[in-house]
T-cell receptor, first 116, second 113 residues
Framework: AQTVTQSQPEMSVQEAETVTLSCTYD???????LFWYKQPPSRQMILVIR??????QNATENRFSVNFQKAAKSFSLKISDSQLGDAAMYFC?????????????FGKGTKLTVNP | DAGVIQSPRHEVTEMGQEVTLRCKPI?????LFWYRQTMMRGLELLIY????????DSGMPEDRFSAKMPNASFSTLKIQPSEPRDSAVYFC???????????FGSGTRLTVV
């Protein structure tokens, strides 16, 4: 079964600094998608960034970037110039194809605190 | 598009009562997913539909849980009878395969007392 592991239940960072959130996953597939979602206190699940496994280039979205290590099955999220609004739960997710459909499998999440 | 719309946003009910959660997916999205989020178990997939047909309900915890999708624009998740351990946030998400676009609703926080 595919699993997603986030080994850091909580992380903290100073405003304007950089923080990296870890994620590893288990799969036997060669082509798949990985995601990072942000869940602020409002509860809304917000897509932060997406990575296609067949692309070697790491995805970036403004201050958010990933370090995708396919062989190591690692997919970490780097947040640069952290802002107070970045404080949230962050979930790593893997898109699994089963029965002709795709469904997301989530890690347990990392709670990020941004200190002013 | 208003996105995925869930109602109610909060629900408090007494143990033994029937609870119905509602979801309106994004128009044109063929897939609809129901997830449950708890502190202990994180986000769990309960059931998903493709073109209104239930495809996989293996995540539904018990027979007390049921879900329907009578048409492409509406789905319900029902718990009857509800129990305190059902307290969680329930998310609905719709999915568009061509763009791998998953969109979540704002969730329903259910509290069973």
């Amino acid at each position: 079964a595919q699993t997603v592991t986030q080994s850091q239940p909580e992380m903290s960072v100073q405003e304007a600094e950089t923080v990296t959130l870890s994620c590893t996953y288990d799969t036997s597939e060669s082509d798949y998608y990985l995601f990072w979602y942000k869940q602020p206190p409002s509860r809304q699940m917000i897509l932060v960034i997406r990575q296609e496994a067949y692309k070697q280039q790491n995805a970036t979205e403004n201050r958010f970037s990933v370090n995708f290590q396919k062989a190591a099955k690692s997919f970490s999220l780097k947040i640069s110039d952290s802002q107070l609004g970045d404080a949230a739960m962050y979930f790593c997710a893997y898109l699994v194809e089963e029965g002709g459909s795709e469904k997301l499998v989530f890690g347990k999440g990392t709670k990020l605190t941004v200190n002013p | 598009d208003a996105g995925v719309i869930q109602s109610p946003r909060h629900e408090v009910t007494e143990m033994g009562q029937e609870v119905t959660l509602r979801c309106k997916p994004i128009s044109g999205h063929d897939y609809l997913f129901w997830y449950r989020q708890t502190m202990m178990r994180g986000l769990e997939l309960l059931i998903y539909f493709n073109n209104n047909v239930p495809i996989d309900d293996s995540g539904m915890p018990e027979d007390r849980f049921s879900a329907k999708m009578p048409n492409a624009s509406f789905s319900t998740l029902k718990i009857q009878p509800s129990e305190p351990r059902d307290s969680a946030v329930y998310f609905c998400a719709s999915y568009e395969p061509e763009t791998y676009g998953y969109t979540f609703g704002s969730g329903t926080r259910l509290t069973v007392v």
